[in-house]
């Protein structure tokens, strides 16, 4: 190796001190995986995902005196996870497009964080739209190809059925439209995009062309979802590192998953 070449593994080296040292923060960006957590709810002609449910095998008793463990049952889709382009009718032939088959090097990557939180706290139905992204750009430059676009809303905030926030003509809550997504998926090359909501998109997503938006236009590119997220008010609008790796499950159409964010202290890089 010559004098001038950097060495690679000082790369990481200089990560771990900085993890050591606090220089770079580790945000959970998880609820935490309880049975009142809300999971999404389709009109009732449609199969359901299931709620979390922990079974305990034993606690230092009679059934195993000197441990404890639970059996854990749940949907693929419930709690903070990830969606893979297998999950809609779109990306349902693309190659690895399951879980178990995504390359792990798309489980790590910068993030762009979108601030909606006030237009969502004013309309519960609020929309990204393209000019909204661009007015983003305009202040924190272009979406880098292959990076992760996070919608924040503030809507992890709320508990109970504010979360889901049913109604008679079903659910109300942010969400991108079809414009946004072709923006980010065609013209931006972005990896994937999550939400605080339980889907990728609006509540009323089901009234756009295409319906659904958000997973028919990812996951038809072969794009990634995350949803369910937490903490997003944490995030600079640039410059973080989102770790999102899905459980390893043959032919998985998502997963619930620990998501974690990697933050240089002093914030945002713009
Ligand atoms: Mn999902």
């Not at 709810?41 to 299931?50: N, R, T, V």
């Not at 924190?140 to 905030?157: A, F, N, Q, Y």
Request: net charge negative; proline share 9%; with cysteine.
């Amino acid at each position: 190796m010559s004098k001038t070449a950097p060495n690679p593994a000082d790369l990481l080296t200089g990560l771990a001190q900085s993890l050591a040292s606090g220089a770079i923060r580790t945000i959970d960006l998880t609820h935490t995986l309880d049975p009142d957590f809300p999971v999404i709810i389709l009109p009732p002609e449609f199969g359901q995902c299931a709620r979390f449910r922990m079974e305990e095998i034993c606690a230092y008793d009679h059934r195993g005196p000197g441990w404890k463990w639970n059996n854990f049952t749940c949907g693929e889709h419930t709690g903070t996870h990830f969606d893979a382009p297998m999950h809609w009718v779109s990306g349902r032939d693309l190659p690895n497009n399951s879980v178990d088959t995504i390359p792990v090097d798309k489980f790590v990557g910068p993030v762009c964080v979108i601030d909606c939180s006030d237009g969502a706290a004013k309309d519960e139905d609020f929309e990204l739209t393209p000019e909204i992204i661009i007015a983003w750009e305009k202040e924190h430059g272009r979406i880098p190809e292959d990076s992760w676009v996070l919608m924040r809303t503030d809507w992890s905030k709320r508990r109970g059925e504010a979360y889901l926030n049913m109604r008679e003509d079903g659910p109300h809550s942010p969400g991108p439209t079809p414009d946004a997504m072709r923006l980010l998926v065609e013209e931006r090359g972005i990896r994937g995009f999550g939400t605080e909501t339980v889907g990728t998109d609006a509540g009323q997503g089901v009234h756009y062309t295409p319906p659904y938006p958000a997973h028919y236009i990812l996951h038809g590119a072969g794009r990634y979802g995350l949803q369910c997220l937490n903490n997003l008010d944490q995030l600079p609008p640039t410059g973080a590192m989102l770790v999102s790796a899905p459980l390893k499950i043959k032919q998985g159409t998502g997963s619930p998953l620990r998501v974690m964010a990697l933050v240089a202290n002093g914030g945002a890089s713009s």
